[in-house]
């Protein structure tokens, strides 16, 4: 298995996910003390599928299902991510669910107090009491706003394609000095070598990533000569000490200088890697929505769930389709942006199914009294803590990957960062009002009465 970009997703995935887990353990064994529980019940009860289990299992289920869709339908780096998402899955649900209750237990046995939170997070949202109902009249204006906008986007700016899904040539080059990417770019970006090129620091600051979609629908010995020979003629200025034609594009193994690996991506391949990639989202997009459905017995769940989705989707396209041309960085469309983008459908999945568990715990249970809109709203509201907390986790890490991780993969990183921030959102603002606006007034009645709400 090779560890490429979208398989740092699933790592980055795996870490919210885990992270997720142990955060609705503790929240929920938070609430059992507060409720007067003594520690070991609070403990037990946390664990237990009447408090975060079934959540957590229903949570992972839906990443089960999109990581085995895509390790099915999916081709090479989605492939990738699916593996590497499929494994994180099953290691971070036994050491949320094993692991850390050993260590909790065994503190337990010791006598040592667990109170699950400090001082000052003791209270976090615990009196909070926000209507996200009350103006989702505003938040379904700004969202139509914005997908409004990123519609006109696609079809006035579209997309700054890469080679996977346009076909393109890709050459890794070492230097035999330290060159800048930016002169490199526009050395290559003449009428005089390939009208548009694009160079990006690869590793250390004497190697570039060049790639370039240059006669991509010729073929021929002929067309990969003269684009060897165009790239030399672009490069040979930039090293210190004069480098033949030959030492330039030989990829001989032990190689120094030139031209390290070459890759080409024809037009029909870049077909098959795109249509494989859609087909891979929409295939587990749909069987997530089916779980759900039989999961919680009302097409509505699934109805606010791939809301949520489709909206973080369109609004992280339409970022990339609108900023592009003014970022610093590359913002490319290629197999790496597929993969952020299914890390964000993952979490945003995640994170309304939480509520959604919240709101079948409320409707189940004899102890919580209200109509079907007020039980939304305190599941909302009661979740808010977990939800805030995961958020951050995940948009802290991505920061840092952001701020450090360098040229290559800022772009993917930057699709990620957006699309957590994104998913929050709508999973508060988007998800849970359409559920409630999608559920008719006789099923809100019917639901009530079965559960003697």
Known sequence: FVLTLPGIAGIVLTMGTAVDANIIIYERAKEELRAGLSLENAVTTAFGWKGAMR??????????????????????????FAITLLIGILTSLFTSIFIARFFI?????????????????KNWFTGFNFDFLKIKKFTYAFSLIVCIISFVSFFTNGFDQ??????????????DQKVSSE???NALSTTEFFDKAEAK??????????????????????VD????????AGLKKFFAKEISYDQFTNTQEGKQFGVLQAMKVGPSIADDIKTNAYWAVLGAMLLVCLYLVISFRKYQYSLGAIAAVAHDVIFVLGIYSLLYKYMPFHMEIDQHFIAAILTVIGYSMNDTVIVFDRVREFLGGKSHHGNFNKIVYDSVNTTLSRTLNT?????????????????????????????IIVGTYSSLFIATPVLVDTMSASDKKQIEAEHNV
């Not at 890469?162 to 230097?175: A, S």
């Not at 000569?225 to 030399?232: A, F, G, P, Q």
């Open 55 to 80: 959540s957590i299992i229903d949570a992972n289920v839906t990443h089960i299902l999109t990581g085995t869709i895509l390790y099915i339908f999916g081709e090479g780096m989605i492939r990738g």
């Open 105 to 121: 237990d065994a503190d337990i046995a010791k006598g040592r107090s667990l109170q699950f939170s400090t001082n000052i997070t």
């Open 162 to 175: 890469g080679i996977d899904f346009v076909g393109g040539r890709t050459f890794q080059v070492q230097f």
């Open 183 to 185: 002169d490199v770019t």
């Open 201 to 222: 620091t690869f590793g250390n600051d004497n190697q570039l990533k060049i790639t370039t979609k240059y006669k991509i629908d010729k073929q021929g010995v002929e």
């Open 225 to 232: 000569k003269e684009v060897n020979e165009k790239l030399y």
């Open 391 to 419: 958020s951050l986790t995940m948009i802290m890490v991505l920061a840092i990957m952001f701020v450090f991780g360098g040229d290559s993969i800022r772009g993917f990183i930057f699709a990620m960062l957006i699309g």
